[in-house]
């Protein structure tokens, strides 16, 4: 039965059922991939828009384009898509951050530098996502799934950051160097987390600039041999 040819009602020939039934069930897989996308990024821009508790089913497909069903289709409910949609916008944050680290100059220092810059890059922190980050930040208080992506105690980003800190204590010749990069680390995180939340309350007033400088002065005073003002040296 597989050799024959077939057309199909768009006018596509394929040189027998076989390949058409390979190609449809692509065609359905793309497109069911676009659809959870579509329901995702739905969902993160009523998040952004108008607040999470604010974000019903309702509104959600019908800025997809999308039938209600979908989202049970694809995600099994409401609370589940809330929780890819955290992970989605968490995965992204990681994106941004491997490609600017990535592309810094290769030692721990630099790798740092790279850090706090893409932390505060409009790329980074936008309009958009500090709404987002926000919004999950208040609902991982009470909802544990949510929490996994939007934890200030992220310990994929502490274990990132953290191995940069030690590496750059023992350069330095500090004493206990890895006591002492487990609270640098702690602060600068909260640091860095302090200035997202100013540019959330004052997005006209924020400089991202001026922002930088005040992170790394406080790592100049904590490495003086590592950083001045402007980065690392």
Known sequence: MYDRPLLLPDGTLFVNQESAFAARRASHLNRKD????A???ATLDCIAEIGLIRTSV???ISRAGL???MIHLHFGGKDNLLAEA??????QYYNVLNKNISAA???SKHKLEAVIKSDLSPEVLNARDASIWHEFRGAARTNAEIARFSDTRDQRLHDLVGAMT??????????DAEIAARDYTTGLIALTEGLWTDYLLHPTKF????AERVVFRFLSGVWSGSFNEFGAV
């Open 58 to 60: 309702s509104e959600i």
């Open 34 to 37: 676009k659809n959870r996308q």
């Open 166 to 175: 030690t590496r750059i204590c023992i350069e330095e010749g500090l004493p």
């Open 105 to 107: 100059v290769n030692d």
């Open 67 to 69: 039938s209600r069903g």
């Open 86 to 91: 955290a992970r989605y916008a968490n995965e």
């Open 207 to 210: 400089d991202r600039k001026n």
């Open 39 to 41: 329901l995702i990024d």
